[in-house]
């Protein structure tokens, strides 16, 4: 089974917990079709380079999953239709890593040394 990340941006002003639901009803649907969710990153609210539907700011999350293109493709056309999420991109990778994202670490470490002060 092919093997993708999945990155989006939903609103700024929706709650985190609203992302999650976002994050949960699609690892729903992955999985209801014969698919896997391998991890799924939370990476907070973050600036964007330019504004989006007037958001300056949006709740990132990425996805590993493992499913067929049909699978994701039905995925794509429920997030176009959701207004809160702002953009979605998927990408086909050979294999996942098993270790956090770049974003994810770069986070720990800013809150480590201003959790130190």
Not at 24 to 47: Q, V
Request: proline share 3%.
């Amino acid at each position: 089974m092919p093997n993708y990340e999945h990155t989006l941006i939903a609103r700024q002003d929706i709650t985190t917990a609203q992302v999650e639901t976002i994050a949960e009803e699609l690892r729903t649907f992955i999985e209801e079709n014969g698919g896997k969710i391998d991890k799924i990153e939370h990476w907070g609210l973050r600036s964007m380079a330019y504004k989006v539907r007037k958001n300056r700011k949006g709740h990132y999350v990425l996805l590993n999953i493992e499913a067929e293109a049909p699978v994701v493709q039905e995925m794509e056309r429920k997030l176009r239709i959701n207004e809160d999420v702002l953009r979605h991109m998927t990408i086909r990778v050979e294999e996942f890593s098993k270790d956090p994202s770049p974003i994810l670490i770069k986070h720990e470490e800013r809150k480590r040394r201003h959790g130190s002060r």
